[in-house]
């Protein structure tokens, strides 16, 4: 018994520490957001000194709004007697991956009690989850997991190793089998984790590939900024503040350098090396490396997604983005199995998908085509992965 | 020039469009931590309606409190006229990673200027790194650097699929070299994530090897709460609060099924499968479970390191904890290459470890002692594995 008193007493040594810290941080022991069983949600933050309080996040809605500023998106948290400021969602919110923050008296901050964080360029948010549609792709379900692994490569083009995030699918790890790869890529101020922490791809795979609906494949998410060999803090570079202000990032050189990745890919994983057996796709500034990268190795991939693209931006006085109709001529002559073009009917980009739709449809180019609502954001980005995705090597 | 001029209006969208954010959140342009070449650091807070602005942080010593509670470790920042508050150490820091937070008006924030945050248990603090000394060894450098995989094993003991962190030496991929492993467990609190993010396990292997000091080797970094499969967040459970308070921490179980991480790696990975060629290490709870389970399966481990080991809180009701100096016998008839212990000057821990020690000399039970400055706190637990690995496989 003096044994099992010490034990406990050891563990409450631990647990109050714990408490004390927790305390410290937050006074009283804070639930948020707590997500009710009806989807209407509740924030809470404990602040007793603040005179203002305020939520910032993608789920608020016109009808939320309760400030009279019309170009205030925040919404006013009420301040409790105990120093508690809440908020609750005057209806269910929809299933999607949600981000907000919070802002006391004029500074944004995160909020103490949710410690998960998605990282977007330089601003980190919290985030949540409701479930549903495609919400539960994002979630991690209890399925098989694939892995995720994060390695160096060497890039002989580029004279440098860089850094690219593999998501190998569940089994890889057993037997002979090769598999099919999807080259995935980030947009402008995005990195090799991007993918992975606002797109949620390993989860989307790992249940895609749960649910029968797409081919058990690697997925290889690659860092598209050549004068960035890693993610911020991955690098010898130390912890700087990230920045979209990187060069070098649409000038021909990442797509020049792209066949290394692929050699490194098909070198050191058991994959598939055939045209029918590689897929590339990406968002924005990924969406036109992934045009770009499809026509000028017309040999290489069967599967090409534009999502939210940046197609028609490239410098012509580039030789890689010069030409671009005979280019497109030659990968059309043997057509990809599928070309999948997604944006959004708000996107700042939709104009251009037009004129780019149009260019195809001249030339009687085949192409699929996906129109959502709402604008340039990962929501869009998650739903036409979990689209294209089962449309691959089938 | 009019596709430059297109081409520059998209990327002016795009920067305008961020700063705006950044503006939105931080007013001008902050840099924080700012490190100055002689190692004094600067932090900086805009926020123009605070009262009262306070750091917390483990680099402050008493030299630097600037308030009259002695009760308070917290230091006062000072506010500018422009609404940005700043403090700058009075000297400059000793070499390490440091981590810390802001407290506005009581509520405690991380720093908005910077995204690097470590989470230990349920609280995020920021860090960043004085170079020199050990803290080299935490930076990333420009030296080639091994893998990190996220993975998935099944564990037929326990009944479920666990997830676990394994980190492969630079050149692993390439050749048919067999590597030795070592096993690293986290302590109470702690995950699979632990000794990669609070513990720079990746960064300290790569750069111990690039230094020629350590043998590459695997590292194997478990999940040692056998109630949880995997990290918050990264299982079905969803996205809860991290706790202490997890059951079957400490009930032998974890250490019953220790074998069905071994021999998942021993089939998956490139190992070399003899004892002399597996190590086991651990921080407090971990360090409980590298003698538990050291002992336990004298046959497997020649390389044992207790890091502020909680040497003696086994409850001896369980099987797994009694008679462990029988137990001890048996492992040191034939004792390990290598019984490392360290342990700091002020740790909880200490008494605890001077009496296991004293048990070790009554049987001449042959170990290597390391005894710091400090308590229990990652600091050090990164130098006794800076100092830990190099004596391994040689």
Not at 45 to 73: C, H, Q, Y
């Amino acid at each position: 018994m003096k044994r099992i008193a010490t034990s406990f007493c050891f563990l409450l040594v631990f647990v109050l520490s714990i408490q004390a810290q927790q305390a410290l941080w937050q006074g009283p022991e804070i639930v948020s957001p707590e997500i009710h069983p009806d989807n209407t949600v509740t924030f809470r933050l404990f602040a007793p000194n603040a005179a203002l309080v305020e939520l910032s996040g993608d789920f608020i809605t016109d009808e939320m709004l309760n400030n009279s500023d019309p170009g205030n998106r925040n919404i006013k948290m009420e301040k409790g007697n105990d120093g508690l400021w809440t908020y609750t969602t005057p209806s269910p919110l929809t299933p999607e991956l949600y981000s907000y923050s919070m802002i006391v008296d004029g500074l944004r901050i995160n909020d103490p009690s949710n410690v998960y964080l998605n990282r977007d360029i330089a601003t980190l948010s919290n985030y949540f989850i409701i479930s549903g549609d495609y919400a539960d792709l994002y979630k991690v379900r209890n399925v098989p997991h694939g892995s995720v692994i994060k390695q160096w490569y060497d890039s002989p083009t580029l004279g440098t190793k860089r850094r690219v995030s593999i998501y190998t699918p569940p089994g890889y790890e057993k037997g002979d089998r090769e598999y099919p790869v999807l080259y995935l890529l980030h947009g402008m101020g995005g990195d090799e984790e991007a993918w992975l922490s606002l797109g949620r791809a390993d989860r989307i795979m790992d249940n895609l590939i749960a649910e029968g609906r797409a081919e058990p494949m690697i997925v290889v998410m690659t860092n598209g900024n050549v004068d960035q060999t890693a993610a911020p803090g991955e690098s010898d570079l130390g912890l700087y503040t990230p920045t979209t202000r990187l060069p070098h990032t649409m000038d021909g050189s990442f797509e020049t350098a792209f066949p290394d990745i692929v050699n490194f890919v098909e070198e050191n994983y058991r994959v598939k090396k055939e045209k029918g057996s590689r897929a590339i796709a990406g968002l924005s500034m990924g969406g036109f490396h992934s045009m770009q990268i499809s026509k000028e190795y017309p040999e290489l991939f069967d599967y090409v997604g534009l999502f939210s693209a940046a197609v028609d931006r490239g410098d012509k006085s580039i030789p890689m983005y010069n030409n671009v109709e005979e280019k497109l001529a030659v990968q059309f002559a043997n057509a990809p199995r599928l070309y999948w073009i997604g944006i959004g009917k708000d996107d700042f980009l939709f104009d251009e998908n037009v004129a780019y739709r149009k260019l195809l449809d001249s030339k009687r180019y085949p192409y699929e085509y996906v129109q959502t609502p709402d604008g340039h954001i990962w929501k869009n980005w998650r739903i036409y992965l979990s689209e294209f995705v089962p449309r691959l090597f089938k």
